[in-house]
């Protein structure tokens, strides 16, 4: 009785039910390997660091403050201080393993007009960044960005905007230097002279080498284009091999910002594995990116003194705040001393080394691989490149001042833009007829694959836009009103789909009629309306959990759209139980 996309809806549960066992599979043998040990990890003053950044995390590059143009320096700093004195710098109340947590950092995205990213069961909307080239681009149903925002916000947008057009150029000229330097060690290996040269350039200090590849041109990038392995976070400890890297210019097309104080935490978790110290983000991979593309992330540590405007931080409470490792899986583990002895750095070194921020790094799965902490000094950046976040976690270690980071993704929005779900709701809605004297609608097919494919756009333009929208509460409207208009119209055109859910409904159950498929259109109906009754539930859930209730108002979820039984407006009611019984009893009578 189940319909294909029934299946299809259970397989993938399913798969994800089976991938989350995996997952927790492998950690659990993970931590009976590593038993009460720690795993080690170096550190710049550890010998060996220079060595296992090359053989072990080479997609890793550092660039040092001093490669950017101060101007730009100064006008990103004033721009993250102004996102934060805005209060556009929120934490997200994400989904972790079925719980609602909140993150440790507060966060915003900025990037391409329309677009937006979705992580950990969240969909972030974007403040559009402003520059000359996309003004007026995107300018869906008369929306403009032009005015969206104030001169103030729109300028530190517009700082990010010239962030980022230096990050799509900088990162590729590292890539067109990585590929001059696999061609390097490639006649290294056989065996000429230019080996020697090679090898003293290996040995440099990273910051001379990334300014020295600056400088340098690529001959030919040798790889195919986004290449993707299905195999996806499995462990690489070794240098990488040529990747498959992606070729042509690096779009970055959204940057997440990052924002924390510790002083203001009451309680950051201890990373558990190597025993790096306090973590601001946990073990996980970046979610939700194009396979195999960069990473670029601007770190600046400040004093945190720079208080919102009107925006109060929602109580903590131990246990209720997510450090994200169970992003691309956690892997569990215990600290003890560490290896090697009075080999490592001194007591005093690794106390300067923590009170810094740090990227850590490791090998995903692996616990023979030491760890990689990597210090951040203000302004520093570092880029994640060839398959790095596929084969690697990353965390973010806590220094003692408070710190930004803009992180720039090439975002996979293949199903993440507005003009995509605008399309998906004008193909939804080509199927209602209007009559033009009288008014009154009807559904144009009743093909079971078109009835589906409707209901389906339905479910997607409630559960992924609207709901998720509505749960940030008035979070974007309150600084920038680029998404008010379109979400208004996004949800007309739902509620139109709800009248055509109620016009389905009223063909399947009209017994005298001849209509050949009622049974399949039934059953499409049925497994439609169950979904959405069930993700409609969980939607609620998540806005009256206490959480959710800690949070001033103008931050607070909202369950929206939601309307009482008696609503004139509506054509079917919010809860759909009465319903779902009535459909299912009508299927048991076919
Ligand atoms: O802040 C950073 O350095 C990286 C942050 C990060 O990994 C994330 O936001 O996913």
Redesign the pocket.
Known sequence: MKSRQCKQYFRNMKRSDDSEREKRRKRRRLLQELGEQRIPFLSPSDPGFQQLWDSSYSGLALRQAGALPEGLHERVRSALTTLRRRGCLLRDLVRVRDRDVFTA?S?ALVGQPGCTYR?LDTRLFTIPWHCEEEEGQVQTEGQSEKNCCDPDLKSACKALWELNQFFCTDIQHHKNARGVKRKHSETENSGSQEASKEESRSEKPEKDRVQEEKGEKSEKEEHKEGEEDSDSGQGCSHSSPPQPSLTGPVHFNIT?I?YMDPAGMTHLKEEPYYGMGKM??GW?H?ENLVPLSPVA?Y?YSCSGETKPEAVKAPVEKEGQTSN?GE?GGEEGGSREEEEGGDEGTSKEEEEKEKACWR?GLKVAWDIHTPGLALP?QSGDC?YMTDDLNRTHQ???LAGDTARF?S?HRVAQCTTGTLEYIQKRCSEALENLHTDPETGTKSLRSLLPFTLQHIEDIHNEVEFEWLRQYWFQGHRYARFCSWWSKPMERLETDWKEMERMTQLLLAVVEDESSVQENRREMAETLLNALTDRQQHRQTWRDRCQSSLAQTLPPEEAPVDRPYWSNDDPDMPLPFDLSDIISRVESLLWRM
């Open positions: 950092v966060r992580y997440l990052n601001a983000v996980h970046d992330v770190s994200e992003k990227v951040l570092y990353h965390c973010v980071s992180t």
